[in-house]
């Protein structure tokens, strides 16, 4: 909220996400209506003892997860994003990724990490378009920062 209460809201129109499978190029994901974000939840695990301080219960924090997540995409049989996202699922392999927010300032927020491809559903309506959902598990760690642009990718040739 800005000094006088106004809302500082912004769409996430612009937003891009990009993949990248082992030592294969990267590619952006085309046609995206929604991308998933990191939980970043923690375990916890209990330590209370018979001393407890006024016989409450005691707890740690553990291992951190990021969770799943799920990627939502305009569906084009046989495109560029199609069949790498259907390599991607079919190895099983932790993909790197990139995504970027819109960001006050005219920047972008880089939010990097590694995921895995778990599934893709695919919806063919009679009237209306064809969507994909991509089920995502975030592993390892990941990274924010402002960025003064997305990444810029070649042309790719016809």
Not at 20 to 34: C, L, P, Q, Y
Not at 40 to 52: G, I, L, M, P, R
Not at 66 to 74: A, K, P, R, V, W
Not at 123 to 147: C, H, K, L, W
Request: glycine share 10%.
């Amino acid at each position: 909220m800005d000094a006088n209460g106004n809302s500082e809201a912004q769409s996430g129109y612009g937003t891009g996400f990009f993949l990248k499978r082992g030592n294969a190029a990267w590619f952006e994901i085309d046609e995206v209506t929604s991308v998933p974000m990191a939980e970043q939840s923690a375990d916890e695990y209990e330590v209370t003892h018979f001393k407890s301080p006024k016989k409450k219960k005691e707890w740690r924090t553990g291992l951190t997860d990021d969770g799943e997540g799920t990627l939502e995409i305009n569906y084009i049989p046989g495109s560029k994003t199609d069949t790498e996202l259907r390599a991607a699922r079919a190895s099983g392999e932790v993909c790197e990724y990139e995504t970027y927010l819109p960001a006050p300032g005219g920047k972008w927020l880089k939010i990097s990490g590694f995921l895995i491809v778990k599934s893709r559903g695919r919806a063919v309506p009679i009237n209306d378009r064809m969507t994909q959902s991509v089920t995502v598990r975030f592993t390892g760690d990941d990274a924010e920062v402002v960025a003064a642009s997305q990444r810029v990718l070649a042309p790719v040739a016809p």
